[in-house]
């Protein structure tokens, strides 16, 4: 069953005003040629009948149906006699004839997903939209035009007209027969509450009438009460005018840069109190420095925790006894210089003595500390550094196994548990010992069954610390075996494994006469061989010299925090130990700064003297905080220096290279290996700074 329905087509613009007919040549009028096409919907068997122009290509008829159905034409394809129309044919092309009716099929390319909705006309009339008009031109001879019926929905204006009495029907006008012009749309709003509002403003006038009618006269009275009377001065000519207006200018020039002076005034006034509270800040700053610093010190003498507070007691143990030697000397002579002598000796004997049992303390307050940091070293994922920054970290099998012990020990080293929470930690360390069968673990495990027995018992907690330390101290050499715990072979001194013992660079030291491993050795960038362990010259340094180095510890510490802020690949300061930055301080830059003589260390750095290449003994100088700040702006410090300032420096440079002759050798190798490519700081400072000291450094630094 089909439902055939007429709708009307957008007209054709040839068919606009039947006056240009007769001018139009023969192309012009096969071009006004239509057709009728009845095309049928293939889902649901609708017929839609159109009138449409033989020149037009069926691209329009597609776009034509797509916008009445509501659908993209990209979807619909027209059949005519069972094959698909190129949308670029038009009906002429496709033997169709003028004024001829031919029916079509409109099918959905993708039925399935989209199938062609049902046809709703727009209106519902029963008049066919397109009718078929024949004109008889002579006797023999007719022609065939078809009419397309055009319906809009508008109300009529009526604009005149006549009624017929008898019949009572209404005759309008022509012009309301015809559908009113539109105004193209251009996109443009013409109508809005501001174009279509009245500003009105009310004003009081005087007409001119009313103006020459203010006067007395017979009948009418103004009064002259608020009358002024005005004279007239005397002429003024341009010149005269010209003068005073240079006067009046002059005046207010006088006073508008009195205005700006006084302006500047208060801006200098306000940048020198405000330089001067800046300068009051920093001297209070560096006081409360130094003060600290001072608090310290006296706090390190007093409770040494670290080597570098007992290295400052030996350090002031030693200058003290110095001067109570040249003391000696000085007023003292003879036996009574030898008695003093002896007093004297015996005097820092006692000290020394009291400095061990600061040793004894300290161990025992850092034994804790120091099981804690390796446990977590030991716990730590691996980790890996981006250029970007941000850091990548992965958990392995070992570094979760490391966690769980290391939890574990924290757990039984607790204090104040109660009794059920005892008994807990000691199952769970018994579950955790028992997976591996061996003597050590055999042994923590009868001690984990006593100390559950005495609880149970109801023995005191004073009398089981001998026996927690037992257990604790076994578990802790549990941890420390690498078969329990393989993440702990790569922080422990002694290598477990043979492959990697043979590996590992084994030297041998003279003092003490024993073998240890090559990061067991200090070797200074200037020295040619391997001398004593490091041990060896901590005992050297406490019973000979008893020199201080915490200070030039501090100043390598932020010589290599600002060399890593460069990222600009620096290895040498890398390279460079406590003992080679003591010599570049005291024997080439004489302890002091270069340009203020300055001579407090923690008040003095070691900047680049040329900041576009890196830090070297041969490209530094020893400036103050302040002076370092203004000397790494300077771009060519060639010329904003002195020639006699330059030859100064130039010539530090040149004891600095004769010094590290090897150091020189290790950077150009070095930078040859490396060619031009930048090299990230934070892989150099991993590689080279961990390595420091060791006399494999420099070959793996340059490596």
Not at 195 to 211: G, L
Not at 616 to 624: M, Y
């Amino acid at each position: 069953m089909t439902d055939e329905r007429s709708v009307p087509f957008p007209p054709v613009p040839t068919m606009i005003n039947d006056k240009d007919e007769m001018n139009k040549d023969s192309n012009q009028e096969q071009e006004t040629k239509l057709a009728t096409v009845k095309m049928l919907l293939e889902s649901n068997g609708q017929t839609v009948t159109v009138a449409f122009p033989l020149h037009a290509p069926v691209i329009e008829l597609l776009t034509h149906f797509a916008k009445e159905l509501r659908m993209s034409a990209n979807v619909l394809q027209i059949i005519f006699k069972e094959k698909v129309l190129d949308t670029h044919l038009t009906l002429s092309q496709v033997d169709v004839e003028p004024n001829t009716t031919v029916s079509m099929e409109l099918h959905s390319k993708d039925p399935v997903n989209q199938p062609l909705p049902p046809y709703r006309p727009r209106q519902d009339i029963s008049m066919p939209d397109v009718i078929t008009v024949r004109i008889n031109e002579d006797v023999d001879a007719s022609r065939d035009i078809v009419v397309e019926i055009e319906r809009n929905n508008i109300r009529k204006p009526y604009l005149g007209g006549m009624r017929d009495r008898m019949t009572g029907k209404e005759y309008h006008n022509a012009s309301a027969q015809t559908i009113p012009p539109q105004r193209p749309d251009k996109g443009t709003i013409r109508y809005c509450r501001d174009t279509q509002t009245i500003q009105s403003k009310h004003r009081v006038i005087q007409t001119t009438n009313e103006q020459s009618t203010q006067m007395s006269k017979p009948g009418y009275f103004v009064s002259t009460d608020n009358d002024r009377l005005i004279t007239p001065h005397p002429y003024q000519t341009a010149d005269e005018k010209f003068e005073i207006i240079t006067k009046k200018a002059i005046i207010i020039q006088t006073y508008f840069r009195r205005w700006l002076a006084k302006r500047d005034v208060n801006t200098l006034r306000v940048a020198f109190e405000k330089r001067m509270q800046y300068e009051l800040e920093q001297k209070q700053k560096q006081a409360d420095e130094r003060q600290k610093r001072y608090q310290h010190d006296l706090e390190r003498r007093l409770h040494p925790r670290t080597k570098d507070d007992f290295d400052v007691l030996y350090a002031a143990l030693e200058k003290w006894r110095e001067e109570e030697i040249a003391k000696i000397n000085a007023t003292k002579q003879g036996a009574a210089r030898k008695a003093a002598l002896a007093l004297l000796v015996d005097e820092e004997t006692e000290l020394l003595a009291t400095i061990d049992r600061y040793k004894t303390e300290a161990q025992k307050y850092n034994k804790e500390a120091n099981i804690q940091r390796f446990l977590e070293r030991v716990a730590q994922p691996k980790k890996w550094k981006r250029k970007d920054g941000t850091t990548t970290e992965m958990e392995t099998p070992y570094s979760i196994r490391a966690r769980e012990l290391m939890q574990i020990y924290n757990t039984i080293t607790m204090k104040f548990l109660t009794l059920d929470e005892r008994l807990d930690i000691l199952l769970t360390l018994k579950h955790t010992v028992k997976e591996h069968e061996c003597r050590l673990t055999e042994e923590i495990i009868q001690l984990i069954d006593r100390e559950a027995d005495l609880l149970m018992r109801g023995t005191k907690e004073e009398s089981l610390t001998g026996l927690r330390e037992r257990i604790s101290t076994l578990f802790l050499q549990y941890i420390k075996t690498p078969t329990f715990n393989p993440g702990v072979v790569r922080h422990l001194k002694v290598p477990q494994d043979p492959v990697s013992a043979t590996e590992q660079k084994t030297l041998y030291c003279r003092s003490c006469q024993q073998y240890y491993p090559s990061t067991e050795f200090s070797v200074s960038s200037t020295n040619a061989k391997i001398g004593k362990c490091r041990q060896c010259l901590r005992l050297e340094n406490i019973a000979n010299k008893r020199a201080d180095h915490t200070k030039f510890k501090f100043l390598l510490k932020k010589i290599e925090k600002e060399e890593c802020g460069y990222n600009d690949g620096a290895s040498c300061v890398f390279l460079l130990t406590v003992s080679d930055m003591e010599y570049m301080f005291k024997n080439i830059w004489d302890s002091h700064s270069v340009l203020s003589e300055e001579s407090d260390i923690y008040n003095l750095t070691f900047v680049r003297w040329n900041r576009n290449e890196e830090f070297s003994p041969w490209n530094c100088i020893l400036l103050t905080l302040e002076e370092a700040t203004v000397h790494l702006r300077i771009e060519d410090v060639e010329t904003s220096y002195s020639e006699s300032f330059c030859k100064k420096i130039r010539y530090k440079h040149a004891i600095s290279r004769n010094h590290f002759t090897k150091l020189v050798e290790h950077v150009k190798n070095n930078q040859q290996q490396q060619g031009n490519g930048p090299k990230d700081m934070t892989v150099t400072a991993i590689k080279v700074g961990r390595q420091r000291g060791t006399p494999s450094a420099m070959a793996n630094a340059s490596a």
